[in-house]
């Protein structure tokens, strides 16, 4: 059983893909996998304009429907442990010359700090620049390393997609 958190980006892609039905469909009734939420994705979902549209819905109120359908009740804590942890990956992101500021780069922190403390397989992320630059690959390996927690495989939604229609098991 994989288990599997998806980047706040990830919902934008998958909203506008025109496979998103078979998609959805596929990571519902897959027994072999279990899709995981976070309060910091739900609320950066929620900060969406309410004024964008497409196709005269409303982006914001759809991305939340996605996600609420695909996450259902798999949600992870939000604690202070999080948040420490979170912490402690931006101290060695900037040791390792990291140079995104904290408020741009601590909700990525903090999505992998839940998924690392709640042993999750995959995060779902195209967020190259940021969650899984080659300094914050450095930062979760040190600090997951000294707490004794497995850091996540990153991967992207094309690799992601793959994976769901059976492929892709050289990833693991």
């Keep these: 059983m994989k288990r599997i958190i998806l980047d706040t980006n990830i919902f934008g892609l998958l909203s506008k893909d025109p496979e998103r039905l078979e998609v ?98 995959i995060v779902v992320s195209n967020d190259e620049k940021s969650m899984s630059n080659e300094n914050a690959l450095r930062a979760y390996n040190l600090i997951n390393s000294v707490i004794n927690k497995r850091t996540p495989k990153f991967i992207l939604y094309n690799q992601f997609k793959k994976l769901l229609r059976g492929g892709s098991n050289e990833l693991f």
């Excluded at 027994?31 to 976070?38: E, V």
């Excluded at 914001?60 to 695909?70: C, E, F, G, P, V």
């Excluded at 999080?82 to 010359?97: Q, T």
Aim: glycine share 2%; aromatic share 10%.
């Design 24 to 121: 959805v469909e596929i990571m519902k009734t897959k027994s072999k996998m279990t899709i995981y939420g976070f309060k910091v994705i739900r609320n950066e979902l929620r900060d969406v304009p309410k004024s964008i549209k497409i196709q005269q819905r409303s982006l914001r109120i759809d991305l939340l429907n996605l996600y609420d359908s695909i996450v259902e009740n798999h949600l992870l804590d939000f604690n202070n442990q999080v948040i420490k942890i979170a912490e402690n990956y931006y101290k060695a992101f900037r040791e390792f010359r990291g140079s995104k500021p904290k408020e741009e780069i601590i909700n990525d922190f903090m999505i992998v700090s839940a998924a690392s403390l709640n042993n999750l397989d």
